[in-house]
């Protein structure tokens, strides 16, 4: 499988603080992309980075790619109750063009107020 | 503009039952997927398609068969329904271009097979 790994599992913080999650995969790939899933909802696209790309900022997000040890990471900065949802990565290491992604498994972010 | 929606939300299914889970889009894209959510597991692709009239398979494809008689909809059928496919089914949708992969997703189908 090309599924990637996040890490951590699930993560806790207070309000104001910042929070990174990690995503680990396995194969050469045309871009990242950052996705996040509220509870009972479908996936909202955040963030994407491409292959020739180190870091990427977009508001409150930023986002850090090394191809060298295949892994991304994504900084939330300044967190809000609001932001308590699971975030996935998804690589794209499709050679059809059909934009196929691969997910990772997720990181429960928390939010405490 | 309602983006990708799915019916039904919710369905009941009794093992060896069939059933079609459809996906909508009012975004004129070329590609649509669907995927299945499973705990821990994040999210997998059954079938693609990149265009009306052409579908292909994914990475979990086995038990499911979908159609694309319109650029509008996707269709993921379930011949035989098996517990195994208790799971959240996603539908999602995208542009062909560099600066379009990104994927619109509708609300989810949740599906219990007993």
């Known amino acids: 499988s090309q599924q990637g790994e996040e890490d951590p599992q699930a993560l806790s913080i207070q309000e104001g603080e910042n929070a990174t999650m990690n995503c680990s995969y396995k194969t050469s790939i045309n871009n990242l992309q950052w996705y996040r899933q509220n509870s009972g909802r479908g996936l909202v696209h955040l963030i994407l980075?491409?292959?020739?790309?180190r870091e990427k900022h977009s508001g409150r997000l930023r986002v850090t790619l090394d191809t060298s040890k295949k892994s991304s990471s994504l900084l939330i900065t300044a967190s809000r109750a609001a932001d308590t949802a699971s975030y996935f990565c998804a690589t794209d290491a499709d050679q059809t063009g059909a934009n196929n992604l691969f997910f990772g498994t997720g990181t429960r972010l928390t939010v405490i107020p | 503009n309602a983006g990708v929606t799915q019916t039904p939300k919710f369905r009941v299914l009794k093992t060896g039952q069939s059933m079609t889970l459809l996906c909508a889009q009012d975004?004129?894209?070329?590609?649509m997927y669907w995927y299945r959510q499973d705990p821990g597991m994040g999210l997998r692709l059954i079938h693609y398609?990149?265009?009306?009239?052409?579908?292909a398979k994914g990475e979990v494809p086995d038990g499911y068969n979908v159609s694309r008689l319109k650029k509008q909809n996707f269709l993921l059928g379930l011949e035989s329904a098996a517990p195994s496919q208790t799971s959240v089914y996603f539908c999602?949708?995208?542009?062909?271009?560099?600066?379009?992969?990104?994927?619109?997703f509708g609300p989810g189908t949740r599906l219990l097979v007993l």
């Open positions: 398609s990149v265009g009306e009239g052409t579908t």
């Open positions: 999602a949708s995208s542009a062909p271009g560099q600066g379009k992969e990104t994927q619109y």
């Open positions: 975004m004129n894209h070329e590609y």
């Open positions: 980075i491409r292959s020739n790309e």
